[in-house]
């Protein structure tokens, strides 16, 4: 009978359904919830976006590994001498040996040998191929001021290379100014070696070529990467310092197990005492350290080289490990703050230039190392060649925070989007420098209560034992 009546109020509750979804207005129960893309399907997707979207179809500095396959640079060892007399060792790729003598003969030196690397002829260099932020800062500066003397860029290149003590630093520099000698402009020859310098700096560059303004830009650059290398150090310092202090504190407890505890143990088997259960516990423990502690060093040293191997080699991995690590309560602020201030800079930076805002966040999710913010990138890509905006790839996202969002949709609305990432920028960068202080002064009272509390629990462990045999005398 219930049914019967109520009939009615469900035939129009229907037809409104079927109505509000002809009309394009779906009820909220109705609704697909898209999900999130992650992983291979966010690879994928994106990918068939980019092959089908105009947006990314602007030509790309030419990749120098293909430059490389296809010149077939050889390797050559040479020696010279300076115009002051100064022996000159150095490594030099080019297409063949007068295209190095021809080089070296043009910069002014005087050639004593020339003869191409053999397979085994191995150059060890620790950061061979790499700048590091440091001296890339230093870099920009020093040719800034040259260009701002008025010194045209390849004779600034040159100075940079024959001023510098590091040899792998004079290589460098010495192929970026064959490569303006032979006719590239200066982000085509910043991108012909590899991965050495950045692709924020070269994509700068070519902005600046265009506009006219290249010292500004690269002391704008050196601005940036010193207040990337700060951010790094404070970073690191954040994670070395407690990392040191456990370290030792183990080392501290590992010498007591192996070396004190032994002494005890023959005085309590001299005298035949009944051990209680937290003595007997110590004893085994001290004991296994002493006979098999060549099997504890090297179990851990396998778990750090499979962990290095999967965190470098397989994204799963990288990216559940790096999602514990800013899921952690103090470290965790430590890590996000660090990497939104990084996006946010470096996101003002490009749009300053007036890069495009594909090619900013295409930048962005190659020089981003967390895979958390990468994929957000890559969903904002794909948003971006539907038509979304920027913000809308960032909502509701756990690793970046609401005031970042809120500041980013008012960059949006208001068309200052890079002074707000600016802001941002800088805005993080002193809660960043705030929770590092923080872990610092934190770290060091919970480490001497771990001590404390270990090391009590020892002699707890021995001292029980001596009561008694004392009580036996």
Known sequence: MKKVLLFPITILKYAKKGLGYLFGKKTISNQVKEKKLEGESLEKELERVKKES?????????????????????????????????????????????????????????????????????????????????????????????????????????????????????????????????????????????????????????????????????????????????????????????????????????????????????????????????????????????????????????????YRWLFQNVRVFRKAMQTFYMRLPVVGKVIIYNEVANLTRTFSSLLSHSVFITDSMEILSQISQNEIYKEMINRTLIGLSKGAKISDAFKGEWAFPVVAYEMLVTGESTGQLALMMEKVADHYQSLHENAVTAIKSLIEPIIICFLAVAVGFILLSVIMPMFDLYGQL
């Open 54 to 306: 105009s947006d990314f179809k602007r030509e790309e500095i030419e990749d120098e590994n293909k430059r490389r396959e296809r010149l077939k640079l050889g390797s050559y060892r040479y020696v010279v001498r300076g115009s002051n007399g100064t022996l000159i060792k150095g490594i030099f790729d080019a297409e063949n040996i007068d295209a190095v003598r021809i080089f070296l003969s043009n910069e002014g030196y005087t050639i004593l040998s020339i003869k191409e690397r053999q397979k085994w002829d191995v150059d060890i260099n620790i950061g061979e191929g790499k700048i590091n932020n440091n001296d890339l800062a230093f870099a920009l500066t020093q040719l800034s001021t040259y260009i701002k003397a008025g010194i045209p860029l390849v004779d600034s290149m040159r100075i940079l290379a024959r001023q510098t003590s590091k040899p792998h630093l004079r290589r460098i520099f010495d192929r970026v100014v064959y490569e303006l000698v032979v006719g590239c402009n200066f982000s085509t020859a910043l991108a012909r070696q590899g991965t050495t310098f950045p692709r924020l700096l070269i994509n700068m560059v070519k902005t600046a070529e265009m506009t006219g303004d290249l010292a500004g830009t690269l002391d704008e650059m050196a601005e940036y990467y010193t207040k990337t290398e700060k951010s790094r150090k404070q970073m690191l310092s954040a994670l070395i310092y407690p990392a040191v202090i456990f370290i030792a504190t183990i080392a501290a407890l590992v010498f007591i197990m192996m070396f004190v505890i032994p002494q005890f143990i023959d005085m309590f088997a001299s005298n035949n005492a009944e051990l209680p259960s937290i003595t007997v516990f110590i004893i085994n423990l001290s004991n296994f350290f002493s006979n098999y502690w060549w099997a504890v060093a090297l179990v851990i040293l396998v778990i750090l080289i499979i």
